[in-house]
């Protein structure tokens, strides 16, 4: 299956090209004639499945054949990030299709998105608070709009924004077509998804998960404690080929710098490494001249190395997306495979989201004999894993970008 079989108009099919899919997901291949054929859907899909694309496609084909002006499409999304990073999937896919788009979020003025309104924009990506404020000073309407996506469903029922999505669905009032997204369907989600759906159809697509043949273990550490617990697993397991995760490139780099001055093969791969490194240093991975590869998601795309024994993530992965693709790289072709995970009390919201995922409760171990009560060395006490106060901040922007 290929995506020619979506019949996509050229314009549409170029901004696929761009971003070079070739093979749709499988909630692509589910939803995407269901939103041509103009049906409301529910896609029970996570992040990372390729739902955005699955209704953003639809929309691009179906604007694009009768363009007018005016807000036609909707995408209701319950963070910022989220709304800029939709509105980007647009502007990508739609590239070559005439077609507008805007991001309208709360904490940033108002005026840009009244101007991004006026020069008719069809597609708005909105958090609800922000779009409710639009609608009552009268700065954008939805009389002419034909499609409406909630995304993310259940995440917008968990930060409360239900209510503020219920007061929006009152201002249209005509027959539209309404898409619904979420990871899941908790029981106000499913009376909201009768409520606004007509006849929709539902498809539903697995997470995916790691392979059977990997072992995941979490090993509670401080901040701080971690680059020793590192080299400490290093020195006490056998290994044939190790890929360490971290969160930054520059932790990268530095993990790796501690780990070649303590005596290991080592190298890092960070996005920015010009081609012919990055080939060096895959290579000495891949040939086994080098057996420790310290690198970032980022950086880590497209990294096919079979033997890969042990996944270390240095730093928690930010969802159980990451932590999928992070530990699928080991335990291939029929081999076991370790992922280890040292986590700090930061992290326990992440640790209970795999656990859901993974249904299981992961295992959590400690290395006999490690000095864990080691103090931070001065000026790194910040580093505990608490969070810090600029992270509390932005826990609180999130709040206001509604
Ligand atoms: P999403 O679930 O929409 O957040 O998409 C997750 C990631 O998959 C994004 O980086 C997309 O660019 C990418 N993606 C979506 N559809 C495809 C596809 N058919 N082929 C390859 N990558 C895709």
């Known amino acids: 299956?290929?995506?020619?079989?979506?019949?996509?108009?050229?314009?549409?099919?170029?901004?696929?090209?761009?971003?070079?899919?070739?093979?749709?997901?499988?909630?692509?291949?589910?939803?995407?004639?269901?939103?041509?054929?103009?049906?409301?859907?529910?896609?029970?899909?996570?992040?990372?499945?390729?739902?955005?694309?699955?209704?953003?496609?639809?929309?691009?084909?179906?604007l694009r054949s009768s363009p007018q002006g005016g807000v036609r499409a909707l995408i209701i999304s319950p963070t910022r990030e989220l709304a800029e990073q939709t509105c980007e999937v647009v502007n990508n896919l739609g590239s070559r299709t005439g077609l507008h788009s805007i991001a309208i979020y709360g904490?940033?003025?108002?005026?840009?998105?009244?101007?991004?309104?006026?020069?008719?924009?069809?597609?708005?990506?909105?958090?609800?608070?922000?779009?409710?404020?639009?609608?009552?000073k009268g700065t954008i309407s939805l009389s002419e709009l034909e499609v409406l996506v909630i995304d993310e469903a259940d995440r917008m029922f968990d930060m409360g924004f239900l209510p503020d999505v219920r007061n929006i669905l009152r201002c249209i009032l005509h027959k539209h077509q309404t898409l619904l997204f979420s990871a899941t369907m908790p029981a106000d989600i499913r009376r909201l998804a009768r409520e606004i759906l007509h006849d929709p159809v539902t498809v539903q697509v697995d997470p995916e998960l790691p392979p059977k043949t990997v072992s995941h273990a979490l090993y509670p550490v401080q901040q701080h404690l971690k680059t020793n617990l590192l080299k400490e697993i290093l020195n006490r397991t056998s290994m044939e080929s190790v890929l360490v995760f971290t969160r930054t490139k520059h932790?990268?780099?530095?993990?790796?710098?501690?780990?070649?001055?303590?005596?290991?093969?080592?190298?890092?791969?960070?996005?920015?490494?010009?081609?012919?490194?990055?080939?060096?240093a895959l290579e000495g991975f891949r040939n086994g001249s080098i057996k420790i590869l310290v690198a970032t998601d980022i950086a880590a795309r497209g990294i096919d190395v079979l033997s890969i024994s042990h996944v270390i993530n240095y730093d928690m992965p930010e969802n159980t997306d990451a932590y999928i693709h992070r530990s699928g790289r080991t335990g291939?072709?029929?081999?076991?495979?370790?992922?280890?995970?040292?986590?700090?009390s930061a992290d326990t919201d992440k640790i209970s989201a795999l656990e859901r995922?993974?249904?299981?409760?992961?295992?959590?171990?400690?290395?006999?004999?490690f000095d864990y009560a080691r103090p931070a060395p001065d000026g790194q006490s910040h580093l505990s894993g608490q969070p810090r106060r600029h992270d509390i901040e932005r826990k609180r922007l999130v709040k206001r970008n509604r």
């Open 1 to 62: 299956m290929n995506f020619e079989t979506f019949n996509l108009h050229p314009s549409v099919m170029a901004g696929v090209r761009e971003l070079g899919y070739s093979v749709p997901t499988p909630v692509q291949l589910q939803a995407i004639p269901l939103i041509m054929q103009g049906r409301d859907v529910i896609g029970l899909a996570q992040t990372g499945t390729g739902k955005t694309a699955a209704f953003v496609l639809p929309i691009l084909e179906r």
């Open 107 to 136: 904490g940033v003025s108002m005026q840009q998105q009244i101007r991004g309104l006026r020069n008719g924009a069809e597609i708005v990506t909105a958090c609800p608070g922000r779009l409710l404020d639009h609608l009552w």
């Open 251 to 280: 932790r990268a780099e530095r993990v790796a710098q501690q780990l070649v001055r303590a005596g290991y093969r080592v190298t890092s791969l960070q996005g920015d490494l010009p081609q012919s490194r990055r080939q060096a």
């Open 332 to 344: 291939r072709v029929k081999k076991n495979g370790d992922a280890i995970t040292f986590v700090t």
């Open 357 to 369: 995922l993974l249904n299981a409760r992961l295992k959590r171990l400690t290395l006999q004999g």
